[in-house]
């Protein structure tokens, strides 16, 4: 079956440097939706990307989604304490498959 | 802001048990999701629900589980036989069609 994957697993960053994550999939994605899950809560709707090659921003986050439509990325400028938390991509496609997440952590 | 709400937002159960977590959907959403999420994993997508039916499901959504929408308000979903794999957080999530979906705080599963 269909495999997403995100890369890194956890990551670690002083507050103020940048960060990314990247989500491919063995396939072609049809719709990328990407969550944020604080600790102990539950995932929160960032954003959605239907078309190849795509460039969406939410103030300080940019999310990016492949010409091909297998990949996509999130990346964070200035991150905040406030960022911690997993972010997930997801395909919103027949079945909704969840990447395994990249678990932020910011040091102040 | 309207929200999912789930209840009970702990679930202790003995093993071998049949469990019903309950979900109130946004009133006016048309689409109803159960994921699962094992301690410290991914979120898993188990089931969606659209116009009183199973619109998708995924493998882990076998004969042990099934949902139901009582009424017009809430959305269930039993789990029969539990195992202790079965012990996670599971989410009730609602959505109008291809729009974000909007998850509740979840319902902690515990199997003894």
């Known amino acids: 079956g269909q495999q997403v994957m995100q890369i890194p697993q956890y990551q670690h960053v002083q507050e103020g440097e940048d960060f990314t994550t990247y989500c491919n999939s063995s396939?072609?994605?049809?719709?990328i939706q990407w969550y944020k899950q604080r600790p102990g809560g539950h995932p929160v709707f960032l954003i959605q990307?239907?078309?190849?090659?795509e460039v969406k921003k939410q103030k300080r986050l940019t999310f990016q989604f492949g010409e091909a439509k297998k990949n996509s990325s999130l990346h964070i400028t200035a991150t905040q304490t406030t960022d911690v938390g997993t972010y997930f991509c997801?395909?919103?496609?027949?079945?909704?498959?969840f990447g395994p997440g990249t678990r932020l952590s910011v040091l102040p | 802001e309207p929200e999912v709400t789930q209840t009970p937002s702990h679930q202790v159960t003995q093993m071998g048990q049949e469990v019903i977590l309950r979900c109130v959907p946004i009133?006016?959403?048309?689409?109803f999701y159960w994921y699962r999420q094992i301690l410290g994993q991914k979120v898993e997508f188990l089931v969606s629900?659209?116009?009183?039916?199973?619109?998708?499901k995924s493998e882990i959504f076998d004969d042990q589980f099934s949902v139901e929408r009582p009424d017009g308000s809430n959305f269930t979903l039993k789990i029969r036989s539990t195992k202790l794999e079965d012990s996670a957080m599971y989410f009730c999530?609602?959505?109008?069609?291809?729009?974000?979906?909007?998850f509740g705080d979840g319902t902690r599963l515990s199997i003894l």
């Open positions: 999530a609602s959505s109008m069609g291809n729009q974000p979906q909007h």
């Open positions: 396939t072609t994605l049809s719709n």
């Open positions: 990307l239907v078309k190849s090659g």
């Open positions: 997801a395909d919103y496609g027949q079945n909704f498959v």
């Open positions: 009133s006016n959403h048309l689409y």
């Open positions: 629900f659209y116009n009183n039916e199973i619109s998708e």
